[in-house]
């Protein structure tokens, strides 16, 4: 037991990210400790050349300059497969067109509101730069697809043409058409895109194919030689992927990052060893719980994972 010594932090200028996460991996000090293992699981995970490697992650942090990190490791082609919810096509169609702004938890509301002007905790959201600008967008993008013939569309070829039509380099979308990396997205009716969809589907006889987007990710857990999740925050997205590895007994690495609690019973707090009572996590599987707010974390263990991965690849 008594092997590892807990060492002090040895800080200098020019310090990299990555160097930072390997300090933490001797100092421990509790939360840094996890990240550290992270970002280790996350190298051995895209390493594994056999592994399928999911991305989970709901759509608040899309919001942010979060989006930056999310959309680098899409970019970089470490992740193959992408759960996520309707307001992360919102949020990542509204920003490659206009502002999200700075705000503050403590702002007033009711003053926003006659401002037109939506808060999604301290990010502030004027409503030309989200309804107004994901109605334009999307009614010409389905209007497009109808005309060309399309009837009847699933979520992930829905979110290829967002993609591919309407978003720019910034875009986590625009980079997962690029990459042809699949993005499902189980509650599609559940935002802005998804009121648009059906909206267009009153006038026009247009559907979406939610049992396509089971049929796939069917395909794809029963194929994979091994499975594992970088899984961010929980709700729907969360589920699906563990879902959905339950009936190939189960992921063999996981990262949970979340803020939620597991002792009120909820999804999203539940740790990765609840998740092996249910077959969706293997027993054996290479797995930790980081407690926290992604916004902070998750950009830190992208950077260090980056470094390394570019270390490898020039040995």
């Known amino acids: 037991m008594l092997k590892d010594v807990v060492e002090d932090y040895e800080l200098f200028e020019d310090m990299s990210v990555n160097e930072l996460v ?3 991996e001797k100092a421990w000090g509790f939360t840094a400790g996890k990240l550290a293992m992270g970002v280790k699981i996350l190298v051995r995970m895209v390493s594994d050349t056999g592994c399928v490697k999911f ?14 990190a999310l959309k680098e490791l899409v970019k970089r082609k470490l992740v193959d497969v992408i759960v996520t919810t309707c307001g992360t096509l919102d949020h ?18 009711a003053e926003l509101r006659e401002s037109d002007i939506s808060r999604l905790g301290n990010v502030l959201v004027p409503n030309e730069s989200y309804g107004m600008i994901i109605e334009e967008k999307m009614r010409d993008l389905l209007q497009s697809l109808w005309d060309e013939g399309v009837r009847e569309i699933s979520t992930r070829q829905l979110c290829q043409e967002i993609g591919r039509r309407i978003c720019n380099e910034s875009s ?7 990459q042809n990396i699949p993005v499902y997205v189980p509650g599609i009716t559940d935002g802005a895109v998804g009121y648009q969809i059906w ?61 939620a609690v597991e002792w ?22 290479d797995h930790v719980m980081i407690e926290g707010d992604a916004s902070i974390i998750l950009p830190i263990m992208v950077s260090s994972l980056i470094t390394r991965k570019t270390k490898q690849e020039m040995k």
């Open 22 to 24: 390997l300090q933490m």
């Open 199 to 259: 909206f267009f589907s009153q006038d026009h006889d247009f559907r979406i194919n939610l049992l396509k987007d089971e049929s796939e990710l069917n395909d794809i857990v029963f194929t994979a030689e091994k499975t594992g999740a970088l899984i961010i925050g929980g709700g729907i997205s969360k589920h699906h992927t563990i879902w959905w590895n339950q009936f190939r007994d189960g992921l063999d690495y996981a990262v949970y990052i979340s803020t």
């Open 172 to 178: 986590i979308l625009y980079w997962a058409a690029k």
């Open 264 to 285: 009120d019973g909820s999804l999203s707090g539940a740790r990765p060893r609840e998740a092996v009572s249910w077959h969706k996590i293997k027993e054996k599987a």
């Open 55 to 68: 991305l989970s992650f709901p759509a608040s942090l899309v919001a942010t300059g979060t989006r930056g």
């Open 92 to 109: 990542d169609v509204a920003r490659c067109w206009k502002n999200y702004y700075q705000g503050s938890f403590l702002m007033d509301d």
